[in-house]
Structure formats: structure tokens, C-alpha cells
């Protein structure tokens, strides 16, 4: 199993707080995602990262913001949440080795903004 | 936006026997990846199979197989046997460039004892 970790696990804030989602890997992989989870959405791409320093949106990153200074770490940050976003987190890691394409997850956060 | 469709929402079916998951997607592109991943309640996304376009022979990991149709832009599972394990959501996911994927809205799938 990749070894990813994402914390917290769940989590419940209230409107117009600031939340920061980890996701730690110990895999040295190159890529990291963020996808948001809704019912009738499927997994949806936030934002992602290519490198340390190099990050890119997804297709709803509005609201989200990103940061990685470390390889194996990748932060995802609310600035201020909204009932929106209440969702289910999931972080997400590649190497592109072949070409395969292949993404490995972590085990989800459930956020709930209230 | 280059998307990937999911038909079914839910389908059920009985133990051991055999039940085939649509998706269809669209690109532009000639080469890349098609995956499906399944997600039980306890919310782990697990890669079932995955199928690179340029090859023309389907990809087949044990009870589960699929039927990709290039030119159609389509890519079902067929799960074999099916066991009560086997419930789950699953989702059909593109390869876009980067790496990065894009989903199917999910189908839920229940198996009957």
C-alpha cells in the first residue's frame, strides 16, 4: 500500500474559519492531487502539484488555495469556509513510471462546515 | 470540458453472477490511460483496472474485465462471479495530461446474496 496520510480524518468548523487539510506521503512521489468527493460529482480535482514549489488548478479550486515546500508534504488550505465545501478531501499521489498514469490515494477527510 | 459518463447510477446483481458497468468519455487525444477504481463503504479508492488506449487487446485482472471500444469512446467493466465483497461504488476515470485524472459521477453497485 502507498504510504499516504491525510489529517485530520474528519473534521467539523464553522462558516468563514480557516482550514488546512495535510496530506503526508513517504513514497517520494512527484505528483500529489487534491480531489473533492460529492454525491452525483464523483471525484473532482482541486488543485495539483508537480514538484516542490510547482502547483496548478483543478477545475474548482475557487476557495482553495496550496502550498508544497516539501516533497512529501502538500497542504490544502480554506481561507475561509463555506457550507460549499463541506465534502469529502482526498489526497492523491503519482510517479510517472511508464507511463502508467496511476494514482494512489489517501483514505479521505470529511469536512463539515457549518 | 472533457468529460467522463457514467449512465447507471446504481445496478444490483446476484451472487456469482455477472453484471457489466457502463462509462463512456470524451478526448482529444490518441494515447492515454482509462482506470477504474472502486470505493467500498470504508471510502479507500482501489485501483480494479486500468487500460491504455494504444492497445487494442481489453484488459482482464481476474473476475474483472473490460470491453473498451476506442472509436465508441467507451469503457465498460464486467465483473464475473460476483461476490458479495464486490459492493461498492466504482468509478471510471481519463488519464489527462500531468497525470491527472477525471471522473465518473459513480455507480453504485449492490450484489444480492
Known amino acids: 500500500d502507498a504510504g499516504i496520510t491525510q489529517s485530520p480524518r474528519h473534521k467539523v468548523t464553522e462558516t468563514g474559519t480557516p482550514v488546512t487539510l495535510r496530506c503526508h506521503q513517504t513514497?517520494?512521489?512527484?505528483?500529489m492531487y487534491w480531489y473533492r468527493q460529492d454525491p452525483g460529482h464523483g471525484l473532482r480535482l482541486i488543485h495539483y502539484s508537480y514538484g516542490v514549489k510547482d502547483t496548478d488548478k483543478g477545475e474548482v479550486s475557487d476557495g482553495y488555495s496550496v502550498s508544497r515546500s516539501k516533497t512529501e508534504d502538500f497542504l490544502l488550505t480554506l481561507e475561509s469556509a463555506t457550507s460549499s465545501q463541506t465534502s469529502v478531501y482526498f489526497c492523491?499521489?503519482?510517479?510517472?513510471?511508464?507511463?502508467?498514469?496511476?494514482?494512489?490515494f489517501g483514505e479521505g477527510s470529511r469536512l463539515t462546515v457549518l | 470540458a472533457q468529460t467522463v459518463t457514467q449512465s447507471q447510477p446504481e445496478m444490483s446483481v446476484q451472487e456469482a453472477e455477472t453484471v457489466t458497468l457502463s462509462c463512456t468519455y470524451d478526448t482529444s487525444e490518441s494515447d492515454y490511460y482509462l482506470f477504474w477504481y472502486k470505493q467500498p463503504p470504508s471510502r479507500q479508492m482501489i485501483l480494479v483496472i486500468r487500460?491504455?488506449?494504444?492497445?487494442?487487446q481489453n484488459a482482464t485482472e481476474n473476475r474483472f474485465s473490460v470491453n473498451f471500444q476506442k472509436a465508441a469512446k467507451s469503457f465498460s467493466l464486467k465483473i464475473s462471479d460476483s461476490q458479495l465483497g464486490d459492493a461498492a461504488m466504482y468509478f471510471c476515470a481519463r488519464e489527462t495530461s500531468g497525470s491527472r485524472l477525471t471522473f465518473g459521477e459513480g455507480t453504485q453497485l449492490t450484489v444480492n446474496p
Open positions: 513514497e517520494n512521489h512527484r505528483y
Open positions: 492523491a499521489i503519482s510517479e510517472i513510471s511508464g507511463d502508467t498514469g496511476e494514482l494512489f
Open positions: 487500460q491504455e488506449a494504444y492497445k487494442q
